[in-house]
């Protein structure tokens, strides 16, 4: 686009709904990652409640995470085809119809079946929002709106997940229990939907491409051959087919690169337009990004180490985390401050300390006494420091992934976004969580449980080291050229 061209398009006046499109935007794509989360805490009561199955409690879980993570990059590209409005009120619909689904559950494999119907339309739903940011939003407010974004969807849905699934179920209103958890899910989509009606504009990118079934099939079924063994195989002790099936992951990954390059080669519309990852830094963005969910076993095993070694209630071990969500609220709010101060090392240093706060708490579990009110002055101050990392580096790292890209193939970029993210929290669950439970050993008594967290404290800061060494000079670039910069279609 040329530069008179830009300054026609800054010309023309920008939608005043944008920040009401923002917070209903920000509302769907905040419940698919939180029922994620909420759905951890409240397991044993699901468990209970329907007499599961170990294996069958683990579905509910992991069939969510593989569905999300599997479709969401075809989930972007319906946005660019369909109108992302559109598609995110389907999606949006989807996902309060499968939440009910979920909440009038009458067994397990009917909560196994509503949670795939549920991860299939948050994965529809989800990156649309991202993708509508880069759209409605100018250049000189989209990095705000985008740092809001990140701080709500990625963040919080984390911390308030735990929290307000301890909550809900405590409550039992009206002797729901653990179904609140889904059927909550139902107002919010309900006045979301429509206030989306009237208030958010239909955006999608200057060409409509066409739906690539081919890749949809072949990216699914890669990235299904190495999410589905990470996530179900340690459960199951790792049988003959989760090792076949990560075997075959690079074959089938290599057969869809093959597959979408002929496919343009010939005029079509590839699912993953792979000269995008022509793009400078793109590729070790989203190698970096997949250190930002190693927190997920953060969460998991310190929810352990509190209600097993240090005898905790739930309620209690959920309160725990709050010097954590001080922690991410400050960074949250520094985010763009950081950016000012540190330049392209903005993400480096806030992985670096997110790597220096779980070292601290390594060193604080491994000599404090368990069961002790010795224990509190060590382990509290080190897990600010962690949170003012997360806060600073999810906003940073999503603004400088989504912002290196034309707002066109925002859709895709948004798909690839949450996509790496649930690969991230797939792997970080299931290797660093396993290495958790291997060292606790099979009796997991309190002396175990502190070696065995001490010890993933430093796996997973050593991923954050690595990460650092990755974003080094991704942070927010100064100014662009205006002749790099195109403008989405918005109708």
């Excluded at 040329?2 to 939608?15: I, K, M, T």
């Excluded at 999606?91 to 009917?110: K, T």
Aim: glycine share 10%; proline share 5%.
């Amino acid at each position: 686009m040329s530069q008179a061209a830009f300054l026609d398009h800054r010309a023309e006046p920008l939608d005043p709904n944008r920040w009401a499109a923002l917070a209903i935007l920000l509302t769907g794509a905040f419940l698919a990652p939180l029922d994620f989360f909420i759905v951890n805490v409240a397991m044993p009561a699901i468990t209970s409640g329907l007499a599961a199955s170990a294996a069958e409690v683990q579905l509910v879980i992991s069939g969510y995470a593989v569905v999300y993570a599997v479709f969401l990059i075809t989930g972007g590209r319906l946005g660019d085809i369909f109108g992302r409005k559109t598609v995110f009120l389907v999606g949006l619909a989807g996902f309060a119809a499968a939440s009910a689904f979920c909440g009038l559950a009458w067994s397990p494999a009917a909560l196994i079946a509503a949670r795939l119907l549920q991860g299939l339309a948050a994965a529809v739903m989800m990156p649309q929002a991202l993708a509508s940011i880069h759209a409605l939003f100018p250049p000189h407010e989209r990095a705000r709106a985008l740092s809001i974004y990140s701080i709500v969807v990625i963040g919080l849905s984390s911390i308030v997940g735990q929290l307000l699934g301890g909550a809900l179920v405590a409550a039992d209103w009206h002797g729901f229990g653990w179904r609140l958890i889904f059927l909550i899910n139902l107002p919010i989509a309900i006045v979301a939907f429509a206030l989306a009606v009237p208030l958010l504009r239909q955006t999608r990118g200057e060409k409509r491409p066409r739906l690539d079934f081919g890749g949809i099939v072949l990216s699914a079924a890669a990235l299904a051959s190495f999410i589905v063994p990470l996530v179900i195989g340690r459960e199951q002790g790792w049988p003959w087919w989760s090792l076949a099936l990560l075997a075959a992951t690079p074959l089938l990954a290599e057969a869809f690169r093959r597959y979408e390059l002929r496919l343009a080669a010939t005029g079509g519309d590839p699912l993953v337009a792979f000269e995008i990852f022509e793009t400078k830094g793109l590729k070790r963005g989203l190698a970096a990004l997949m250190g930002l969910y190693a927190m997920a076993a953060f969460f998991l095993t310190y929810s352990i180490y509190l209600q097993t070694a240090l005898n905790l209630t739930a309620l209690q071990a959920g309160l725990a985390i709050l010097p954590f969500s001080a922690g991410f609220l400050t960074g949250s709010a520094l985010s763009q401050q950081f950016g000012r101060w540190f330049g392209a090392s903005a993400p480096s240093v806030s992985f670096t300390l997110i790597a220096t706060g779980l070292v601290l708490l390594s060193l604080a579990v491994g000599h404090a006494a368990a069961g002790t009110l010795s224990v509190w002055p060590w382990i509290v101050p080190p897990l600010p420091i962690i949170g003012l990392g997360q806060g600073v580096a999810l906003p940073t790292m999503v603004r400088a992934i989504v912002e290196r890209v034309a707002p066109h193939r925002a859709g895709l970029v948004g798909g690839m976004v949450n996509s790496t993210l649930q690969v991230s929290l797939a792997m970080s669950v299931a290797v660093l969580g396993g290495l958790f439970f291997t060292l606790s050993g099979p009796h997991a008594d309190s002396a175990h449980i502190i070696r065995a967290f001490a010890t993933t404290l430093l796996a997973i800061a050593a991923c954050y080291i690595a990460a650092a060494v990755l974003a080094n000079g991704l942070g927010p670039r100064r100014a662009a050229p205006l002749a790099t910069r195109e403008e989405a279609v918005v109708e």
